[in-house]
């Protein structure tokens, strides 16, 4: 299915596509103008700390829901989304490594997971498109560029490491604009966090991201970094609970809500 058709379908739709199988794809411009949200999944022996953590690191970990323990049902954000089948594809992870990509969580749910739905930049990018800000991920049809960077998070309890960012390339003319338009979003990141140069904030190689797949940077473009809600990975592989499940990156949950649910002015 063409990702022009799935930009028109309303979440609901698109979430029984996905739990059918039938959509295996990054979700960017699915679902136009609908809030989309990472994912962590605690046992609840680490929840209180992962919330801390979140509170403390508002930028990368935006809570939008947090799901009462055992329960796999969104009851705010969308109506009766399933957690273990309404994502394209989600990455386990044991005492801080990788382990695999999994396409559902039937069989490994457990009654002490406590889900935490976090904010997500797609969720401002049809702002953007309205204000004539190029997203260049979209217009190539390709996933976000995403970089583990060394911009500390604030550490509460297990939890610590270090901030993911998520990057579009800007043309010089409209960094204000896109800025301007990104901050109406606080609960889906906001406004960037740098601007330039990425060796700053420890990028060494702008083509090869952690996460995601490259963007071409153009002559009069710059690189623009924003908070990233893969952030919570990177925080798995630093402070090693003992399982943490979240999406992969980029394929992400598309909720009920529109953007403006979440908009300041």
Known sequence: MKLSELAKMHPK???ELIRKGEVDLPTSGMSEGYL?????ILPKKYAYDFLLFAQRNPKP??????LDEGSPITKIMADGADIRTDIPRYRIYKDGEYVK???DLKDLWRDDFVTFVIGCS????KAMLEADVPVRHIEDEHNVPMYITNIATLPAGIFHGNTVVSM???PYKDIVRATTVTARFPATHGAPIHIGDPSIIGIK???KPDFGEKSIIKEGEVPVFWACGVTPQAVAMASKPEIMITHAPGHMLILDKKDAYVSVF
Do not use: G, M, T, Y
């Open 122 to 125: 797609f969720s401002f990018e």
């Open 101 to 103: 990509e999994v396409k």
């Open 205 to 207: 190689d702008i083509d």
């Open 13 to 15: 739709k698109v979430r």
């Open 168 to 170: 579009r390339p800007i």
């Open 36 to 40: 989309q949200a990472n994912l962590a």
């Open 61 to 66: 970990c935006p809570i939008l829901e947090v």
